[in-house]
Every structure is written in C-alpha cells, then in structure tokens.
C-alpha cells in the first residue's frame, strides 16, 4: 500500500488531524457550515500594536459593509531608504474557513515579512457559502485597487516598493491569486506593478479525478470528499467542477494567452492529493507562453509551510526570497 504521509513531529501530526476533525465537524452535507461552531475552534491573533522581534502590523479596513479589510506587515529593521517589495497574501481555507487574523496564518506572514523581508498585505475576503464565487475574488481585486488609490498612501511604510508587487496566496488562496492576478493583468493601475504571483499548493480541481487524488485519498488534511464539499460551497448552484473557477485551463475557462500575466512560482507537495492539478496549472501556463516556475518538495504535506519546523517550510523562504529577488 501507497503511503499517504511522511514521517512527521508528533505535534504536527496532532495539529493537521485536529484541524482535519474540526473542519469534519463543522461542515455540513448540503454544503453549508456551522459558522458559530468553527468561530469558536479558529484561534485568532491581534495585531502587533507594539514591536515585536522588529515587525508591527494593523488591521486596516477597505469597505465596513462586506467586512473586507486586510492585515498590513511592516518590517522595522530597514531604513526608509531601503525598498522592499510588496505581497498581497491570501489565506487558505477551501473558500469557507480562517481568516487573515487567523492565528496560524499571523504566524506565518509574520514570518514572511521579517525573513523575506517585505511588506505583506493579508486580505481578510468574504467567506463561502455565505458568500459564492465571485465574492473572494472581488474581494481581493478590490484590495488592490485600495492599495493604489490615494487614501492609503499615507499608511503605507514609506519603504514599500508599490513597483515590486507580489499577489500570494495558500490553497483556496493560491486559487484565489490567479484569479486576482488575471483581473489584475486586465486593469491599468496608477501606482502599482505585479511583477510576480506565488501560488502554494493552489486548490484547482475538475470533474476527473486524477492519479494523485486516487492515491493520496487518505492523506492528511486534504482528500476528495473535503474537496468537493469545498467546490460545491464555494461554485454557484447547479455548477460542477469544470466551472473556470477551478478548472482554469479546462473547457469552460478564460483564455489568458494575450494577458500580460505575471511570472509564476508553483510549489507543489509529493504527500498532496492536489499535486496533478497543480502540475497541471504549472504546464497550462508554460502552454500558454507564460513564465513559470515548478519547485516541488517530495515529502510536504498540503500547509506544510504553516509549520516553521518542518525542513520543507524553511526551504519554501529561501525559493520566494531566490523568486523574487530575480522578478
């Protein structure tokens, strides 16, 4: 029999079955979600009002009425002269679960922001099946768009290169990203330039189910069943998974050959069940004369970049620092 995982800390295994079962719990059949129940299971973080280990964050609000608002990381250590480069985040979560105040996802963008270094803009977007598809992706179109008016220029670390732009995003949220970036590619900004998008382990699917998905079925975390729960909460009704939504080189997808879309960095994990729609993205986008790059680490797990333990999630820092320093 195939293995479904590697070996892994003992904590780690604990913390990644634990979300696993509380996501179980909280997810109903018909495609909803007890939203009161998974509140009180998400632990959430404040920001850093004070310095600590010299990086401050804040929440700023982009519209009240739909409760988008992001999570700005500031590096201190830097001269104002220095320029950094800019990473609009977006979290995982199969469209339907955490939050950039998310205490896992605080962690980690703490860590990019001071380890990269940069700045890291984390959009809190609307959440399915509350809020279906487009929501997420307006959401997160819309945070750009706020980043290169006028009124947050004065909130913005005098040393963020709003000319080096990064759109980011885990799972659902590397979904996320292409979609924004797409969007992106079709807009005239005034002061900002996505020069790069970094999709880790990025949630596609499609009707098919492929060699990875068959074979990984009992990986952790992420497996078939929790997958097409999460399409079916997040996609309109009475559409399937050939929707362009998560099919995005599949029949019914944009054609994205004549964009001017962004450098791409791919990372893909060998115990992922998504891994063949990843690869899959990765050549789509070779396919349709876009520059993209395939890093693969053959013992990750799907969020394995959420455990600073793990070989893997250092490794990860080092091929953004690498990806974006040649972008």
Known sequence: MARTSPDLPWNVRIFVNTIAFFMDVCRRSNGRINRTLMNLLDLKASPLSKPVKGLQSSDIMVDKSRNLWFRLYAPLHHAAATSLPVIFYFHGGGFALMGADSKSYDDFCQRLARELPAIVISVNYRLAPEHRYPSAY????????????????DRLPANANLKRCFIAGDSAGGNLAHHVAVKAAEHEFDQLKIVGLIALQPFFGGQERTESENRLAGALMINVERTDWMWKAFLPDGSDRE???????????????GLKFPATMVVVGGFDPLQDWQKSYYEGLKKRGKEAHLIEYPNAIHSFYIFSELQESSLLIKDMRDFMRNE
């Open 138 to 153: 307006d959401d997160g179109f819309d945070a750009l768009k706020f980043i290169d008016g006028e009124r947050i220029k």
């Open 243 to 257: 929707h362009a939504a998560a099919n995005v080189f599949g029949p019914k997808s944009v054609d994205i050959s």
